[in-house]
């Protein structure tokens, strides 16, 4: 029994040296700007400044500006088809029976595209400019 226990503790030693020791260091973080608008009023953009992670989704950049400001809130539904959908942003709800929705789009140099999956498989790049824009369907 001894020697079964001695032998399961050398492997499991062994696992732990391959593995590598932890380290204290934090893992990289990439600066990210993001821009909150509504289509459907006159309100002023909201620009935030965070970070995500290296190798982070959209989503833990949104949960990260939230837990830093307090004048940054967002909600999110799991659609069983679709993943995860920005529900609402600071109070501004989006609702199928008014068309509306947050549309997420990225700027890069100048130009600026939809993203072509959600907050919670998108991964940001160093840098980059998220906006977070409410509007209606009906206005495409």
């Keep these: 029994m001894a020697l079964r226990t001695t032998a399961l ?20 973080t990439l600066p990210l700007r993001m821009t ?10 909201e620009t935030h400044f965070c970070s995500v992670v ?5 989503l833990g950049a949104l949960r990260r500006l939230q837990e830093t ?4 809130k967002f909600s ?17 709800a989006a609702d199928e029976r008014e068309q509306t929705y947050w549309e997420i789009l ?3 140099s100048g130009e600026i595209s939809r993203l ?3 907050i919670g498989c998108y991964k940001p790049k160093a840098n980059e400019h ?5 509007s209606s369907w009906t206005q495409q």
């Excluded at 503790?9 to 990289?28: E, H, I, K, Q």
């Excluded at 909150?36 to 953009?45: I, K």
């Excluded at 400001?69 to 940054?72: L, P, V």
């Design 69 to 72: 400001q307090q004048d940054f």
């Design 106 to 108: 990225s700027e890069s």
């Design 76 to 92: 999110v539904r799991q659609d069983p088809d679709f993943g995860l959908l920005l529900l609402s942003v600071n109070g501004v």
């Design 9 to 28: 503790l050398s492997v499991g030693f062994l696992l732990f040296l391959a593995r590598g020791a932890p380290t204290d260091a934090d893992p990289a």
């Design 116 to 118: 072509d999956v959600g």
């Design 36 to 45: 909150v608008e509504n289509d459907l009023s006159n309100v002023t953009p």
């Design 130 to 134: 998220i906006i977070l824009r409410f």
């Design 54 to 58: 290296e190798g982070g989704v959209l």
